[in-house]
């Protein structure tokens, strides 16, 4: 006994579940939906079969965790694992399939080969095909788009914006009228007119729900209007009402001409009937491939009813799973699953879709014919397909992205107030030390302590926050690049311009009070001067930590390899320790040493040109500044030439920034 077909027949269940959906869809007046206006699409997965290797999945700092070099490689059997085996599928525009494993290997490497973003795996036997022609990059691009499980957004921007931004750089040849058109066709279709001119927000920055953020990164996708729509578990991690909501926003999709293809762990009843196809799969082998409504008949047949009031979702994958509590029900779970995957290809060799029909279906409309949803042509919201003619100019990239930095930056304005307290406390401990005296009462060993450590505690403070934000934005950048919006130079030239603003806000807050609270030079060209140099430091400590963010994988590398470097060039800046005694290595590193030239030009605005009073017992003799300058070996270049050498530096970073971004292709966090 199982439940539907006990209680109706297979034909009254075809009728209830068909009038259920019919209701889901007509239950909002004025509803919308897109419909895909290209060709339909086809997708076709002929007896794939992938292997991937597993130590080479293994990150190079994981395995340094280990006492292992980085470049060993594990050649071992056991290090190769078949993710996928023998897989066969067909679905057509109008279908929603969905993949339902209990382990993710074999739906990740799927959804990863569909996308042509293998990993280090293997092919071993079929191919993917869509619309007849094998899978490339270029044919993926025009007209599949994958929404990954983690939602890659800026969190300081609205919901509106965020579309309106991403409308901008996938839709440059539109006028701005049909642009906007667009942005609030895809807020009504998703159900987020609510939550509009809410922000986005994430686990640390308050702002829209769960479900609705992962609408916001269904409708980033939407925008272009794709064809093929692959979403890997869109459900995780959200409550059972948002995730039912959710799902029966994609069906709708589906139901406008697309095909969509989605990941998703055991999903309660009343998902699982929103499914057009099932695929069953467990370690990578199938099953169970076709009808969710005929699931239940199928293994009903094999021998493994439904029991009476269980979600068939729930008790198949529980069947299908692979127990490894202990070694003998490892064994018989496998063999189960073995003996499972054999009936289920002697049933389908018949089919050429792969998909398995009862017999009822036979003379029926087959299971791989798409259904569309009755609404009317007034009803439908017709949207041009994607093409990369559309994508705007290196120009409208820079100055779309520096809007959106500037935004996201500024949004956020309890943290720049936090860096700017932060920032000004530094400044007034410090000059509150040196407060009451007059530079003649200073020693030259303070004066030179005093603007050592102007120079070099700021940078450290900028290194941290630039990594943290850095690393915290890459997801976002990453997926973007995937997509194709823009180049790393229209990014990298509005990321440095568009952190201007701030950079001149910490300075400001920096320089001004420790300048005249330790009474250095009145001198308003001095003042200047001073500030210049800090800023040009900042800037230079600033690039660098973008360039470390992007070089290297995670926070916590990042974060260690810059303070290592930073600490490299602070202890070579030749104060703790003359210029002149400096041995061969650190000699060569305060060459490029921003610690060390900010050091030197401070001194020299201070005491170039002016004469200083030493005071020895009960005599006072003037001494030239000049001459303390080169005593202390801080004389080597004029002024103007330090400031050129760090613009030198600050390009130098940017120039491997921008190598970093282009050709090291990093993963974000949620990806290792």
Request: hydrophobic residues 40%; aromatic residues 10%; charged residues 20%.
């Amino acid at each position: 006994m199982f439940p539907l077909e006990h209680v109706l027949g297979q034909e009254e269940t075809q009728k209830a579940t068909r009038s259920l959906q019919d209701s889901i869809f007509c239950s909002e007046d004025n509803s919308l939906y897109f419909t895909y206006n290209g060709k339909s699409n086809v997708l076709e997965v002929r007896d794939l079969s992938y292997q991937v290797n597993v130590a080479s999945q293994i990150p190079w700092y994981e395995k340094l965790a280990h006492l292992e070099m980085p470049w060993t490689r594990a050649t071992d059997k056991e290090s190769h694992m078949v993710a996928i085996r023998n897989m066969s599928f067909k679905v057509k525009s109008g279908q929603m399939l969905a993949l339902i494993e209990s382990s993710v290997c074999g739906k990740t490497s799927l959804f990863d080969l569909i996308t042509c973003r293998d990993y280090g795996g293997k092919i071993t036997s079929g191919e993917i095909l869509i619309n007849g022609k094998p899978t490339t990059r270029q044919l993926v691009k025009k007209c599949t788009a994958h929404v990954r499980e983690d939602d890659r957004l800026l969190p300081n921007l609205t919901v509106k914006e965020t579309l309106l931004f991403i409308a901008k750089l996938r839709l440059a040849k539109i006028s701005d009228s049909e642009r906007k058109k667009r942005v609030e066709d895809v807020i009504a279709e998703l159900r987020l007119r609510q939550c509009a001119n809410t922000r986005v927000g994430n686990e640390y920055i308050r702002g829209v729900s769960g479900g609705e953020r992962r609408r916001v990164s269904i409708g980033v996708q939407l925008l272009w209007n794709p064809g093929i729509l692959i979403f890997s578990d869109p459900t995780s991690g959200l409550d059972s009402f948002t995730a039912h909501n959710l799902v029966i926003t994609l069906s709708r999709l589906a139901r406008g001409n697309r095909l969509v293809l989605m990941s998703v762990h055991q999903p309660r009843s009343d998902i699982f009937q929103l499914f057009d196809l099932v695929l069953l799969m467990t370690s990578g082998i199938t099953v169970y491939s076709g009808a969710a409504q005929d699931m239940v008949q199928y293994f009903t047949r094999m021998g493994y009813p439904c029991p009476t009031y269980s979600n068939p979702a729930d008790f198949y994958v529980d069947l299908t799973s692979i127990d490894r509590h202990t070694e003998e029900r490892e064994m018989e779970s496998k063999r189960r699953v073995s003996m499972l995957a054999a009936m289920f290809h002697e049933n389908i060799r018949h089919f050429g879709d792969h998909l398995w029909r009862s017999s009822q279906r036979d003379g029926m409309t087959p299971v791989s014919e798409p259904r569309f949803s009755p609404l009317t042509l007034e009803e439908t919201v017709i949207m041009n397909t994607h093409s990369d003619d559309h994508l705007p100019g290196w120009l409208q990239q820079f100055t779309i992205l520096l809007s959106r930095q500037i935004s996201n930056d500024f949004r956020d304005l309890s943290a720049l107030l936090i860096r700017g307290f932060e920032t000004l406390l530094m400044s007034l401990l410090i000059g509150f030390l040196y407060y009451g005296h007059g530079k003649s009462n200073l020693s030259i060993q303070d004066l030179s302590a005093l603007l050592f450590m102007i120079g070099a505690l700021i940078p450290y403070i900028v290194i941290l926050e630039s990594i943290t934000k850095c690393h915290s934005e890459r997801p976002v950048l990453y997926q973007e690049f995937e997509d194709g919006l823009y180049s790393a130079t229209s990014y990298v030239s509005a990321k440095i311009l568009g952190e201007l603003p701030e950079q001149c806000f910490i300075v400001i807050v920096y320089g001004i009070p420790i300048y005249w609270l330790a009474n250095l030079s009145p001198d308003p060209e001095h003042f200047f001067l001073n500030l210049l140099l800090l800023m040009l430091l900042t800037y230079c400590a600033r690039i660098m930590a973008m360039w470390m963010s992007a070089m290297l994988p995670t926070l916590q590398i990042s974060a260690f390899f810059g303070n290592a470097l930073y600490t490299t060039f602070f202890l070579s800046g030749g104060f703790l320790i003359s210029l002149e005694n400096l041995w061969i290595v650190p000699s060569w590193l305060s060459k490029v040493s921003f610690v060390r030239w900010s050091f030197e030009g401070l001194m020299q605005i201070q005491l170039k040109g002016v004469t200083y009073p030493m005071t020895s017992g009960n005599v006072t003799y003037p001494i030239s500044g000049t001459l303390v300058l080169q005593t202390m070996g801080l004389h080597s270049y004029p002024l103007y030439a330090i400031y050129l050498i760090l613009v030198g530096m600050t390009t130098g970073f940017l120039v491997l920034y921008y190598l970093s971004l282009r050709f090291i292709k990093q993963k974000s966090n949620q990806d290792w």
